[in-house]
């Protein structure tokens, strides 16, 4: 007939409108994570933010919410950075054969340390199949070149 009459969902706002309205857990996490954030700047002691928290969570109304932080400053945002964007960070890519490597060698030396620390018997696991990680990887053609 006049097409779609499901119901459209509600946006929520950041605060409800009326003190007297009813919240739900979004409001509760909100002003528990800003609780958290003044007791780790030092504004609210442990037994001051437990109790709060306390509080947070079982607050029904927003007026309820509005005490528990009436008397704390309301968060700003962190300031812009005025440095120029430098791309983030390249993590080295290492394939999974030198990943195993690395591994089982950092494995084998841990228990040679354990075991005493003696006579390095992993030199030799790790030289013999060193050489051949090493040569395929200087001769695997699907290897980017730098």
């Known amino acids: 007939m006049h097409g779609d009459h499901r119901p459209r969902p509600v946006p ?32 609210l002691t ?5 109790d709060r928290m306390a509080a947070a969570s079982t607050a029904r109304t927003g007026a309820d919410l509005a005490l528990l932080t009436a008397d704390l400053p309301t968060p700003t945002a962190p300031p812009a950075d005025r440095s120029p964007a430098r791309p983030p960070a ?9 990943r195993t490597y690395l591994a089982v060698m ?7 340390l354990v075991a005493g620390a ?16 090493a040569g395929k990887h200087r001769r695997d053609p699907a290897r980017p070149v730098p």
């Open 46 to 50: 442990l037994a001051e933010f437990e």
């Open 106 to 112: 950092a494995l084998l030396w841990l228990i040679w």
């Open 90 to 98: 390249r993590r080295l890519q290492l394939d999974p054969a030198v």
């Open 118 to 133: 003696g006579y390095p018997w992993p030199i030799w696991p790790m030289l013999g199949w060193g050489i051949g990680v």
């Open 12 to 43: 929520l706002s950041a605060r409800p409108a009326d003190p007297r309205v009813r919240i739900g857990d979004a409001e509760r996490d909100r002003v528990i994570d800003q609780l958290a954030d003044h007791h780790a700047a030092g504004r």
